[in-house]
């Protein structure tokens, strides 16, 4: 299967969270899109798109810190079905190193994120 759509769509993601850019964000989540974590207090962390587009808005682009190293990588792809995938991608924001779980479906030609896990380690 043709994984272009998908990669077009994680660089978006890449550049969108390393611009803190809310708009870019929001094209690449579907609207029905939760983002799920391991909260600080131990719980689950579950957010609905739009306060995640707010929170990824809120932070201050890695473009303005010349010290701030770009690092993302497209770990793996894999297709579930013909409208559905699983994206591994690894990402740096700030001085945490960010492993997400995406999962994606195609609607009417269009990819985007259904579901987000992520996991993040500190360096």
């Not at 899109?33 to 798109?49: F, R, T, V």
Request: hydrophobic share 40%; proline share 5%; with cysteine.
């Amino acid at each position: 299967m043709d994984t272009t759509a998908i990669k077009e769509l994680l660089q978006l993601y890449f550049d969108a969270s390393f611009e803190s850019d809310g708009e870019k964000m929001a094209k690449v989540f579907h609207d029905a899109a939760h983002i799920y974590g391991h909260g600080g207090d131990g719980d689950l962390a579950d957010a609905p798109k739009a306060p995640f587009v707010t929170m990824v808005s809120s932070f201050p682009p890695g473009s303005s810190d010349p010290a701030f190293v770009r690092d993302d990588e497209i770990l793996s792809i894999d297709f579930t079905g013909e409208n559905t995938a699983i994206a591994r991608v690894r990402l740096r924001m700030e001085n945490i190193v960010f492993t997400d779980v995406l999962s994606l479906i195609c609607i009417g030609g269009n990819w985007s994120v259904i579901s987000k896990l992520y996991s993040g380690v500190p360096i």
